[in-house]
């Protein structure tokens, strides 16, 4: 087995960390919202989450494009599935809720480290993000164990809408 066929055969234990931190992050970020003394730890929380859950969905990124071309999902090169109703599809919207989270918790990253004076709290910018990570996070987490066979997939994730209606 090649070493790349190893790494990437390891994407299912390695999306657990990103997944984890960011369906955690919105509790810190919504407790450091308030203002006042003590709320350094929680930026420290905050932003502790925000780099464990970028670095990791970076490495997440990287096995799960290593996955889908050693199993032949992806083409050689090709960094964006065909999208035709069916697993495709579904693999599609698996691979685009992983970029999007990514992109997202950078800019959750970013949002964490704009100055700020001692006293006051992490800001409603840093909430938005992390709750949308947190949802994209989550849909593609629920679309990869479909691809895995843990549950059916509803018919909503089987194609396109409007995908079955012909002109």
Excluded: D
């Amino acid at each position: 087995m090649h070493w790349t066929v190893w790494i990437a055969s390891k994407h299912a234990l390695l999306v657990h960390l990103p997944i984890a931190a960011a369906l955690m992050i919105p509790f810190p970020v919504l407790a450091a919202q308030r203002g006042g003394r003590g709320i350094r730890p929680w930026w420290t929380t905050c932003r502790f989450l925000a780099w464990v859950g970028f670095l990791g969905s970076l490495l997440a990124l990287a096995t799960g494009l290593a996955l889908a071309r050693s199993q032949g999902i992806l083409a050689t090169g090709a960094l964006w599935a065909t999208a035709p109703p069916g697993r495709a599809y579904l693999f599609r919207i698996h691979e685009l809720g992983g970029a999007v989270a990514l992109v997202l918790a950078g800019l959750c990253l970013k949002s964490l480290y704009r100055s700020r004076q001692e006293h006051q709290g992490i800001g409603i910018p840093a909430l938005l993000l992390a709750l949308a990570w947190c949802a994209v996070a989550f849909l593609s987490a629920y679309t990869g164990s479909i691809l895995v066979g843990q549950r059916n997939a509803p018919a909503l994730l089987q194609a396109p809408p409007g995908a079955g209606t012909q002109p």
